[in-house]
């Protein structure tokens, strides 16, 4: 099993629609946790922390499941500039801070 | 303006020709890390200095050399590249305080081997 997982998508969705993601993790000790976006041969680039109690940011809702261990993204009223491949992040203590990267979803949204 | 910068954005080098890419960074974060990144893949962490201390993932391969000579640069040397390397490089750092665990990325080397 995977340590970050993500569906790979790809997601069409037209302009307007609301889309979720979901990832699960598998370490438990796991402590922070990041939603990060990158478009087609760019670097990432973070999107937004994901906090304990959920936190929205415009469009963009996200949320952590401790119990279950996966977090969400929520996109309300997609634009087509929303286009990208959106990773999961993790940071576990496991002796020291490690970094694990979903290997991402891809969202299509389309005129 | 770019806080990681990376140097080349293109490195085409030959089969077993070393080869050595560069980041710098202007955020002064302690924190800095390679990563590799093949096409539809997620980024794979190969190591990171915090600070002075270098930390190697344990299935990095011992092809793959890290240098940090000061706090603003980091280089990733790969000593005898091979066809399985060409990959997106991809530099990142982070700081302390309470934005500790967020990394800001370069803009990434992308490497060719031939």
């Known amino acids: 099993r995977k340590e970050v997982e993500q569906d790979p998508g790809p997601f069409n969705v037209p302009e307007g629609a609301t889309v979720a993601f979901n990832c699960t993790y598998s370490?438990?000790?796991?402590?922070?946790f990041f939603w990060y976006r990158q478009d087609c041969r760019k670097e990432p680039k973070l999107l937004m922390s994901v906090y304990s109690s959920g936190n929205e940011d415009g469009r963009f809702t996200a949320q952590l499941n401790r119990a279950s261990q996966y977090i969400s993204l929520l996109i309300r009223d997609s634009k087509l500039s929303d286009s990208a491949t959106y990773l999961c992040?993790?940071?576990?203590?496991?002796?020291?801070?490690?970094?694990?990267f979903g290997a991402g979803t891809r969202l299509f949204v389309k005129a | 303006d770019a806080m990681v910068i990376q140097n080349p954005r293109y490195q085409v080098t030959q089969f077993g020709k070393p080869v050595t890419l560069s980041c710098s960074q202007t955020l002064n974060h302690n924190v800095m890390y390679w990563y590799q990144q093949k096409s539809s893949q997620a980024p794979k962490l190969l190591f990171h200095y915090y600070d002075k201390d270098f930390n190697n993932e344990a299935d990095t391969p011992d092809n793959f050399q890290s240098r940090r000579p000061n706090t603003s640069f980091c280089f990733l040397d790969i000593r005898s590249p091979g066809l399985g390397d060409a990959a997106m490089y991809l530099c990142?750092?982070?700081?302390?305080?309470?934005?500790?665990?967020?990394?800001?990325f370069g803009a990434g080397t992308r490497l060719s081997v031939l």
């Open positions: 990142a750092t982070s700081g302390t305080g309470g934005n500790k665990n967020i990394q800001y």
């Open positions: 370490n438990s000790a796991s402590q922070s």
């Open positions: 992040v993790v940071i576990a203590n496991t002796g020291g801070f490690k970094t694990i």
